[in-house]
């Protein structure tokens, strides 16, 4: 292929990582329906499925087929009871979106077969312009009266886990790039605030433990290492000196009761979260009752799914779909390297308390993590 092309390809890929990027925290639909960047994704699929010969090798198509198992169970579990219930259709929507999902993480590996550790850089890139627009919509007040920020999202957990999962990214790549730290502080603290403004508790208490883990990691890189050391002393002579001022703050005194009343509210438990439908309904715990129309079952969260990626996948799917999704993660940090899977453990313990499995960003952290695997390989 001529090289003007292929330099004209990859530049498309860009404008398109970097498009999706930017619209993927703007919701101008409800929840759980496709947003204008799901069609700028499409578009991306179409270009690396349809008129490329897809590039596929041993070590990837176990990760493959184990996501696309899931699929295939998760679309037989919610095709049966969509049937058993009179064509209730919208159980099977959640299979929809875990073919979106599968396609996207595919797209990942794809492209780094077919344009090499650029799409690192693409990727890095596009969630730093990203982060930095919503940065910069928190100081517009979109939702007047609005306690929490939610910007373009429809509710302020979203903006947090947004912040959590391009804060996991940024951090992953860290050693994938030529790093301008500059750029990369400004966009970590970005990323803190959007999290910090959200008021998700969740959120943030992932990403304290994943900055934590971040430091402690970044030890085998003396510079970056050296740098965060500076910082945290920088940062903690800052706190030390205008303690006072600090504490006054409405955001200081909002986050600490947020903190403070962890485990004290009525959503801060099991039961909160929707797990007693799990107990309520044991007879379902192997195959699983299908996600979605969850009206059936009695639980103190009413009709709403669990508030637990792994709690909903166990009910929804039963021991089979959620062994199935550990055999995908066992997949990915199998040999692989620590300093880039400590990353994922962060998100799963956000994914205690809320279901983020539905998240492109997710998956595509995850294939971006099995993708280290096979270069160490």
């Known amino acids: 292929m001529d090289y003007k092309v292929k330099v004209q390809q990859t530049n498309i890929y860009f404008v398109l990582f970097l498009l999706y990027f930017l619209l993927k925290p703007f919701y101008?639909?409800?929840?759980?329906?496709?947003?204008i960047a799901d069609f700028i994704l499409l578009v991306l699929f179409i270009l690396t499925f349809v008129f490329k010969k897809l590039y596929l090798t041993i070590d990837n198509k176990r990760y493959i087929m184990l996501v696309v198992l899931f699929f295939m169970y998760t679309t037989i579990i919610n095709g049966?009871?969509?049937?058993?219930?009179?064509?209730?259709f919208s159980i099977f929507y959640s299979s929809i979106w875990y073919l979106y999902n599968f396609l996207a993480s595919l797209c990942i590996i794809v492209m780094h077969k077919k344009i090499g550790n650029r799409i690192y850089k693409y990727i890095y890139y596009a969630v730093v312009v990203s982060v930095i627009i919503q940065?910069?919509?928190?100081?517009?007040n979109i939702n007047p009266g609005i306690y929490r920020r939610t910007n373009f999202f429809n509710n302020p957990n979203q903006l947090g886990y947004f912040g959590?999962?391009?804060?996991?990214?940024?951090?992953?790549?860290?050693?994938?790039i030529k790093l301008n730290l500059y750029l990369f502080y400004s966009v970590l603290a970005a990323s803190i605030i959007l999290i910090i403004v959200s008021l998700s508790k969740a959120a943030i208490v992932s990403s304290l433990v994943m900055c934590i883990c971040f430091f402690y990691f970044s030890k085998k890189n003396v510079k970056l290492f050296l740098v965060n050391l500076f910082l945290i002393i920088l940062l903690l002579i800052v706190l030390i000196f205008n303690l006072g001022l600090i504490v006054e703050t409405d955001l200081f005194k909002t986050v600490g009761e947020r903190i403070y009343t962890i485990g004290q509210e009525n959503d801060d438990s099991l039961v909160g979260r929707g797990y007693d439908r799990i107990w309520n309904y044991p007879r379902y715990l192997l195959f699983g009752a299908g996600e979605g129309m969850f009206s059936r079952f009695k639980s103190q969260i009413g009709g709403r799914e669990i508030h637990s990626t792994i709690g909903n996948l166990f009910f929804s799917y039963g021991i089979i779909?959620?062994?199935?999704?550990?055999?995908?993660?066992?997949?990915?940090?199998?040999?692989?390297?620590?300093?880039c899977i400590y990353i994922l453990f962060p998100i799963c313990l956000y994914?205690?308390?809320?279901?983020g499995i539905r998240h492109t960003f997710f998956w595509f952290l995850i294939s971006l993590i099995y993708l280290n695997k096979i270069e160490l390989t």
């Not at 940065?135 to 517009?140: C, G, V």
């Not at 999704?325 to 620590?338: E, G, P, R, S």
């Not at 994914?351 to 279901?355: A, E, K, P, R, Y």
């Open 164 to 176: 959590l999962l391009s804060l996991s990214i940024i951090f992953y790549l860290v050693n994938k």
């Open 80 to 88: 049966i009871w969509s049937i058993l219930l009179g064509g209730e």
């Open 351 to 355: 994914g205690l308390t809320h279901n």
């Open 135 to 140: 940065f910069a919509l928190i100081f517009i």
């Open 28 to 35: 101008f639909f409800k929840s759980g329906t496709p947003q």
């Open 321 to 339: 779909g959620l062994a199935i999704f550990a055999l995908i993660m066992f997949q990915v940090i199998y040999k692989n390297d620590f300093a």
